[in-house]
């Protein structure tokens, strides 16, 4: 897994954003669907893989493929994303009930590769985690500092 913990001041973030996309009036849901707009944007820039965003995660193919968790005190975010590359962590996840959904699984980057024929599974293996943790460090940050929302074709 590739974990990306943000450590920012949430409401001060959602205020200075601009109203589109619209932003509602929760600045933790905007700043949640934030995180899962970079975290789509990576999987379909990064992959080809075609993602959504539904009861609060990425999925893709109807299987979790990136969790969101966020603890907050005086609007401080801490914790973040976590997001499942290798196949080797998926076996784990079939031990837990995600999102109190007992009828869903996960997936991971290495294994929604392989599912596409048109994609290269040396693209994964070259993704080692040095390059994981560039994308987590500036990716996530720019999306989210500078407002980039990913919204998936409709």
């Not at 949430?10 to 009036?25: D, E, F, I, M, N």
């Not at 609060?56 to 976590?82: F, P």
């Not at 996840?93 to 109190?100: G, L, Q, T």
Request: aromatic share 8%; charged share 20%.
């Amino acid at each position: 897994q590739l974990t990306a913990y943000p450590i920012l001041n949430a409401r001060q973030l959602w205020a200075a954003a601009p109203s589109s996309p619209p932003k509602g009036t929760s600045p933790l849901r905007w700043y949640t669907t934030a995180i899962e707009a970079s975290v789509m944007r990576m999987l379909a820039d990064g992959y080809g893989i075609p993602s959504e965003p539904a009861l609060t995660g990425v999925w893709a193919n109807q299987k979790k493929i990136a969790s969101i968790g966020l603890q907050v005190s005086d609007w401080v975010t801490m914790h973040g994303v976590a997001i499942n590359i290798f196949d080797e962590c998926v076996p784990y996840f079939d031990k837990i009930v995600m999102c109190e959904l007992p009828d869903k699984e996960a997936t991971c980057v290495r294994s929604e590769v392989r599912q596409d024929a048109s994609s290269s599974l040396t693209d994964v293996q070259a993704s080692n985690r040095a390059n994981l943790s560039v994308w987590a460090a500036a990716r996530l940050y720019a999306d989210v500092l500078h407002h980039e929302l990913y919204l998936p074709p409709a």
